[in-house]
């Protein structure tokens, strides 16, 4: 299977984009992914056309052609980063990327709570009508003391906690599976229309 | 009452503006409302440069304001990008809503109204980093806005705007209530002195603080454990803040914020032991909020961009000349990296030299030049090689065992500078110190020593001295302070002058009028631009060490630069003057090459933490705890080994070799035993576990490291210089990684400190002396050889520039 992993922070230095580099790796047998970068994607800004532009079509694209999405958030201000919430706001307004697409969430942050509001407040974003996006429910996988869960070469040293990533991750794989082939018979849920709500 | 709105989208067209510019009107009576617009507000990115001009603007006026309205559309069931992009800046270096009244309210074309982006945006302005005090309640949801107002922008449903209006009355008294919540609370404390002992950036740090009932009234640190120099600004401002303030809510010193913390801590400890409570003055407001002042201009005959060992020493020398100076210094203390050089620079001073005894090895080092290929030396040496080898010869002829005194000669120095310098990159080029400078370099040095004895530093006339990495024993060692002998000899030598010194005050431009460099632009303390017109502008900002991106982005000597690797720099090493140079269309030279310091701490660069021993007793062990390389190897050869190893390897001691350790004390080990920054344990094994090496492998590596000791000779990587055996309990490891050092590669310049362009003519009025230019060093700095460079280039640079100003 071949999914897309979204870095969910435009910093230079980020352990969610390590947690993805890791994930890359260590599932490689079982999936394929490809890093997805929002740093130097344009800012989100109501324009009056709804054509996405060219960076953001390439990964309306790269997203079409996979069977799913992960996205690691970290967590600002008790919520997501402003530069991912402007890549979602981004394809439901120019495109229906995300609409029925399986979602796993992960999230890594330098505190102890593993940026788990920004994660809730992702749940909540993408399943607003307008991005449709189909989340892997009833599982969290929250990385707290991120500075510390990798080792030089990148990998997560604490064995419980790559346990659960992997359990997590086989179940958001049956999981899409399961989306994706509901989705190709049932032409209703096909069909259903993305609406952008405007202000 | 003055409030501020925020506009909180982007969008050309918006029923929030609309929202807000009707409250303005409608309570005009009541309160002023100036209404700010996002949609110059770039997004935020924690990496970039957090001194926006239009974030200072917004976080004056949130400051200025009693309170601030919000008004949110709901994208995603959440508030738009740019308004968290705008909070997130709002929340990171500067922290503008800080117990700030809020008011929330929001407009949107459905029935919502903007519901769940209201309760997010809740959410998020209780985040601690954002710390507002929103108002509860009250929630104002303006659904189906397209039909709620009428042609002049009014709100056209009376119930509506009654609903507004009681909103907006409960806000004006939470505002007025939430002032009283900030009212400073009283101190109160049993009078008194109070010793407390605050941990520095090098251990204890004494302190004692006077109390009287309500009011800290007086604060002495012993500062005697600290580098001089780097810390000395803490020691002034943070004490001063505390006290003018009344408050323990200050901003940590730039480049010094493990002993700004400790000064502060200090005081909270003194204030538990008065019987107060420290979170008083932790809750108080800063001592100084940011403040708009007008810009300042300057007028002089020469700007000096930065106040390390290079620029302090051009602005002496134009004042030597009878010209004025300014010099503009990014940060609050000066002396760059310069401060933190352990003081030897080279110079061939034969007279002097040739005084001492040689030392054993010492005439095979002269050999050696001797048995060197000609053909290896490049074209522009060779006649000086040929006359270096006479020199040699007849020394080699005239001495013996018995009768040998240390050996230099300028041709020497010269010849050393170049082989030392002398590197391929991973693409195969070769580099090597470009001729004319490097007999600058080679020619002035003893001058320079001669120069800043006239200055006022002391040198130690007693030993001739050899840095790390230097090749020959040529050091001219400053009597006492390090490199901080030269800092402020030079510093007491300008301000005496009336040359002036702007500390806090990076510069950010040239001035460049009809193609011609007429000045500099620098930011100066609480942001205040300042102007600053001269004939002449002085690059001497030194390296870009500190900045980890441009040495990768330039890199072509390394295999791989980590992205977390540390420096042993200053951290306003960042390149400046480099970007400044090619502003004016400078030339660059030999930038992919810079210098690691092995031996660094992983987390912080420093070379002062841990066990740092002379390399025969360095034991080198890497993650699989086997050693792997000739510990006796020069620096660029450890580096690459310890980044082919993962970068990450170990110093393993025992008790004898931590005696011969010269940076620590058993305190301070101690300490960083506690820390978990070192590795102590009873046998091997158990230091292996600690580290997470398989035993057997930690302890088979030993022993046959030690049966070398015994044999002189290291079959397996060729270490021929040893010293003690790793033996005697208790064992210590020391984490280790290579941080980059030094970069070589600079601005193009000639033999007069002129920069050059890509063409290779002057850019009239600019020069450039120290680690900012490149050309000298080439792949490789000689230890020591850094203080010569900036001593004698920037005389230089003083020198020409004084003498073209006056043409
Ligand atoms: C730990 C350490 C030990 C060393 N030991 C030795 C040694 O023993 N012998 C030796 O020869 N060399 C040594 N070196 C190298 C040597 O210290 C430096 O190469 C040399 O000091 C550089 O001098 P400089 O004047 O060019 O720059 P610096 O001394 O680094 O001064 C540059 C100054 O410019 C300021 N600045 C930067 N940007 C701006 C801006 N935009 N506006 C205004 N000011 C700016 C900086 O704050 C700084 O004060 C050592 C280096 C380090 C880091």
Redesign the interface.
């Known amino acids: 299977m071949k999914f897309i992993g979204i870095v969910g922070s435009?910093?230079?230095?980020s352990t969610n984009r390590t947690l993805l580099n890791y994930m890359q790796r260590h599932f490689s047998q079982a999936a394929t992914i490809e890093i997805c970068e929002i740093k130097d994607?344009p800012?989100?800004?109501?324009p009056?056309s709804k054509i996405a532009p060219r960076e953001i079509q390439a990964i309306i694209d790269q997203i079409q052609a996979a069977d799913g999405v992960i996205i690691s958030t970290p967590e600002?201000?008790?919520?997501?980063?402003?530069?991912l919430?402007?890549l979602?706001?981004w394809l439901?307004y120019t495109s229906e990327a995300f609409n029925n697409c399986p979602i796993m969430i992960t999230g890594a942050s330098h505190g102890t709570l593993g940026s788990s509001?920004a994660q809730n407040?992702l749940r909540?974003?993408?399943?607003?009508p307008?991005?449709g996006a189909r989340v892997l429910p009833s599982s969290e996988f929250l990385l707290g003391g991120s500075l510390r869960a990798f080792d030089?070469?990148g990998n997560l040293v604490d064995a419980a906690k790559i346990h659960e990533l992997e359990r997590d991750f086989t179940e958001y794989m049956t999981f899409a599976q399961d989306v994706n082939q509901l989705i190709a018979h049932s032409s209703q849920l096909h069909d259903k229309q993305a609406v952008w709500?405007?202000? | 009452m003055k409030l501020i709105g925020i506009v909180g989208?982007?969008?050309?067209k918006?029923?929030?503006r609309q929202l807000l510019t009707f409250m303005q009107r409608h309570f005009a009576d009541q309160a002023e409302i100036e209404i700010l617009e996002i949609?110059d507000v770039?997004?935020?990115?924690?990496?970039a440069d957090q001194n926006l001009p239009i974030i200072q603007t917004f976080d004056q006026k949130i400051i200025d304001a009693d309170g601030v309205i919000i008004s949110t559309?709901?994208?995603?069931?959440?508030?738009?990008?740019?308004l968290?992009?705008t909070?997130?800046w709002l929340?990171n270096d500067v922290h503008s809503f800080e117990g700030k009244p809020v008011m929330i309210v929001g407009?949107?074309?459905?029935d919502q109204g903007?519901s769940?982006a209201q309760l997010?945006l809740r959410?998020?302005?209780?985040?601690p980093?954002?710390d507002a005090i929103v108002m509860p309640g009250n929630e104002f949801l303006l659904g189906h806005?397209q039909q709620a107002f009428d042609e002049h922008g009014d709100l056209n449903n009376e119930g509506t705007v009654s609903f507004l209006a009681s909103c907006f009355k409960k806000f004006l008294r939470f505002t007025n209530m939430v002032k009283m919540l900030n009212v400073p609370e009283d101190l109160k404390v049993n009078p008194g002195t109070y010793d407390v002992t605050a941990m520095g950036h090098n251990g204890k740090l004494p302190m004692s603080v006077e109390f009287s009932e309500d009011k800290i009234e007086n604060i002495e640190i012993d500062t005697s454990a600290e580098t001089a120099g780097i810390a000395d600004v803490v020691f002034e401002k943070i004490p001063a803040q505390i006290l003018s303030g009344q408050t323990l809510n200050v901003d940590t010193v730039s480049g010094a914020s493990v002993t700004s913390k400790g000064v502060i801590d200090g005081v909270a400890e003194a204030v538990k032991l008065a019987g107060g409570d420290p979170d008083v003055l932790k809750n108080r407001p800063r001592p100084s909020a940011k403040r708009q002042v007008p810009p300042v201009e300057y007028e002089t005959d020469v700007v000096v961009i930065g106040a390390g060992g290079a620029g302090l020493t051009a602005a002496a020398s134009v004042l030597q000349r009878g010209q004025r100076v300014i010099v503009a210094e990014k940060f609050p203390s000066v002396g760059g990296n310069t401060v933190r050089t352990g003081g030897p620079m080279n110079a061939a001073d034969p007279t002097w030299q040739n005084e001492f005894s040689a030392n054993p090895g010492e005439r095979t080092t002269l050999q050696g030049i001797l048995n060197t290929d000609e053909a290896t030396i490049d074209p522009a040496y060779v006649a000086d090689f040929r006359l270096l080898k006479t020199q040699i010869t007849k020394y080699l002829e005239t001495t013996d065992d018995d009768n040998e005194y240390l050996f230099d000669s300028t041709l020497f120095h010269r010849i050393q500078t170049y082989l030392g310098g002398k590197r391929v990159d991973l693409a195969g080029h070769e580099i090597h110190g470009q001729y004319d400078l490097v007999k600058i370099l080679t020619d002035h040095a003893l001058e320079s020593v001669k120069w800043l004895e006239s200055i006022g530093v002391e040198f130690d006339q007693t030993e001739v001295s050899m840095p790390v990495g230097a090749k020959w024993r040529r050091g001219h060692k400053p009597l006492k302070n390090q490199g901080y002998a030269y800092v402020s000899a030079l510093k007491t030598f300008v301000e005496q002058r009336d040359g002036q010194i702007l500390t806090e005050t990076p510069a950010k431009k040239l001035i460049i009028e009809d193609g011609e460099v007429r000045g500099i632009i620098a930011q100066g303390p609480d942001d205040q631009k300042v102007i600053i017109h001269a004939s002449a502008v002085i690059l001497a900002s030194g390296g870009f060490g500190a900045n980890t991106?441009m040495v990768q982005q330039y890199n072509t000597y390394w295999q791989q630069i980590d992205?977390?690797i540390q420096t042993s720099n200053s951290p306003a090493i960042t390149g400046d003057g480099i970007k400044l140079g090619t502003s004016a269309g400078a030339d660059l030279v030999g930038m992919g090459f810079s210098q690691m310091m092995p031996v660094s701490d992983p987390e912080t660069g420093e070379l002062f933490t841990g066990l740092q021993v002379p390399p025969a007793n360095f034991v080198m062990v890497n993650?699989q705890g086997k050693r792997f390389v000739n510990e006796y190897e020069g620096r660029d050869v450890l580096s690459k080994a310890a980044i082919a190893n993962?970068?990450?390897f170990y110093l393993i001691a025992d008790d004898k070799i931590k005696e011969t350790a010269y940076n620590t004390s058993q305190e301070k080990i101690d300490q960083q035993v506690e820390d978990g920054t070192l590795y102590r344990a009873n046998t091997l094994a158990e230091l292996a576990q600690q580290i997470h090496v398989d035993p057997a492998v930690l302890t088979t590596t030993i022993a046959h490291y030690n049966s070398y000791v015994d044999a002189g000779t290291d079959p397996e990587f060729g270490k021929n210089v040893f010293d003690l055996k790793v033996e005697q309990a208790p064992f210590y490891a020391t984490p280790r990684k290579p941080a980059i050092h030094h970069t070589m590669g600079g601005l193009r310049i000639d033999t007069q400190a002129h920069v050059l362009n890509e063409q290779g003519t002057v850019i009239p009025h600019l020069f450039a002396a120290g680690e900012v230019a490149g050309g000298i060093h080439a792949g490789n700095r000689l230890g020591g050889n850094s203080l010569t460079d900036i001593f004698t280039f920037g005389r230089v640079a003083g020198k020409t520039a004084v003498s073209e100003n006056q043409k």
């Open positions: 435009n910093a230079d230095q994607l800012a989100f800004n109501e009056d600002y201000d008790h919520s997501i980063p402003a530069a919430k402007s979602i706001e439901s509001r407040h909540q974003i993408l399943d607003a307008e991005v030089d070469a709500t405007e202000e | 989208t982007n969008a050309e918006s029923y929030n949609k770039p997004m935020f990115n924690e990496s559309p709901e994208h995603n069931h959440s508030i738009p990008s740019a968290k992009s909070l997130e929340s407009a949107s074309y459905h903007s769940r997010h959410q998020i302005l209780d985040a980093g954002i806005a991106k992205d977390d993650q993962g970068s990450l």
